[in-house]
């Protein structure tokens, strides 16, 4: 038995492929898994849970099936889909939990979060997220009609950064902060940490205050190849599964 973590797939009907292999994971490998969580971006732009489309459904049906077989599955909200809120919750099965997050992994206690937290030197983004994130400005959001926030997202989708690999230069300045991440692992008094966001999978480990050892795993996107990781009590595996070649997806 497993636990697996997966972030950053960005799913959008302009990239069936993506979905393809999202839907074939939900199936084998991650079915009979001890439970799998989803650390934020599941979709490229999310809306509001009154998504009507036909996308939107599908995604929601394959979480519901994979649920409903017994599968805690659980959900921290990224940049991208910070508007998930507790109908879609409802429809999928899925459990929303708070960025961040400590969880007790195989005896080890983890922090979870998507990890744009972390990436402090984006002063830009910071000041963007502590605005978005207010419950107001959510709430005026999801007021406007559908059809415009429609548009908001088609619009995201066109000019989205992530549509494409990242220079170096983009990636550094999104990359997580050094003495962040240690002060995160001091703060929730954790030794392990899993994140997305960054796009760099990799494990970095840390030396704390007290002369402890960290490790910080990094998940990666979903734009080349499916980014995932398994862990199990015997340890963890950073896992990446190629996209389908011929994808057949609705729309």
Request: some cysteine; hydrophobic content about 40%; overall charge negative.
């Amino acid at each position: 038995m497993a636990t697996w973590f997966i972030s950053d797939l960005h799913l959008s009907p302009a990239r069936p492929d993506i979905a393809h292999l999202f839907f074939d994971f939900l199936r084998e490998p991650a079915r009979n898994a001890d439970a799998l969580y989803i650390l934020g971006d599941l979709f490229d732009a999310w809306i509001g849970d009154d998504d009507t489309s036909a996308f939107a459904a599908q995604v929601q049906d394959e979480l519901r099936r994979y649920t409903d077989s017994g599968i805690p599955t659980y959900f921290v909200a990224g940049n991208r889909d910070f508007l998930i809120g507790k109908t879609f919750a409802k429809r999928t099965g899925m459990t929303l939990l708070d960025d961040p997050t400590v969880i007790n992994l195989y005896g080890s206690e983890t922090l979870i979060l998507h990890g744009d937290l972390l990436c402090t030197d984006d002063h830009s983004y910071q000041k963007f997220r502590r605005r978005i994130r207010k419950p107001w400005v959510m709430k005026l959001l999801l007021s406007l009609p559908l059809r415009t926030r429609m548009r908001i997202a088609n619009k995201l989708r066109q000019t989205s950064k992530t549509q494409q690999p990242l220079s170096e230069a983009e990636l550094a300045i999104m990359d997580a902060n050094d003495h962040t991440v240690v002060n995160y692992f001091e703060r929730y008094q954790v030794r392990q940490m899993i994140h997305g966001h960054t796009h760099r999978p990799a494990e970095h480990q840390y030396y704390l205050s007290d002369g402890s050892q960290a490790t910080r795993i990094v998940l990666g996107d979903w734009y080349t190849q499916g980014s995932m990781l398994k862990v199990t009590a015997a340890g963890v595996d950073l896992m990446q599964q190629p996209l389908p070649s011929a994808p057949h997806c609705e729309t």
